[in-house]
């Protein structure tokens, strides 16, 4: 296992690309996870997606402190309800703002192994989920943000992103 760097959305363009498909489930996929995992813990995150990393394919991996969840192609079939809190991201350091977000979903995705799984995740797994899934598609969470909730925790100011 290996800590990758942390993408950071400022200066790193690879945040806005769309992930590619993972194909073929191996030893290479299933490192590269390890590694994910390895460095979301040592930066104290609770979910991680490839491209964070500087790698375009669709991999996620997710601890809201039940247990480390990997993901190999995840995508939302169905999403419920409504919920409102504040987010930040290991990728936007230091800032934080509101964002709704479906309070329950269900994903498709497969496991380290290659094999089929769905998972239903409500509340802050939803939330979890829905974030590191728009990761894969380029979309941050600043995209997604309550207008005027966004926060620098630095010096508490408003941010205003374009």
């Known amino acids: 296992m290996a800590l990758r760097s942390i993408m950071n959305y400022q200066a790193d363009d690879i945040l806005r690309k769309k992930a590619r498909s993972v194909d073929n489930v191996n030893s290479r996929i299933r490192s590269l996870l390890e590694d994910m995992a390895e460095t979301m813990y040592h930066a104290d995150g609770a979910g991680l997606a490839a491209p964070q990393v500087g790698i375009l394919r669709r991999l996620v991996v997710l601890d809201i402190g039940e247990g480390l969840i990997k993901l190999i192609n995840p995508v939302i079939v169905e999403a419920d309800g409504e919920q409102q809190e504040a987010e930040g991201c290991l990728s936007i350091p230091g800032i934080y703002g509101e ?27 939803a939330r979890a989920l829905c974030h590191e899934i728009d990761h894969l598609d380029g979309i941050l969470f600043i995209d997604k943000a309550i207008p005027g909730s966004l926060i620098n925790q630095n010096d508490l100011s408003e941010v205003k992103i374009i």
């Open 99 to 125: 964002v709704k977000r479906p309070e329950k979903v269900t994903v498709k995705a497969l496991d380290e192994n290659g094999k089929p799984l769905v998972l239903e995740g409500t509340g802050l797994l």
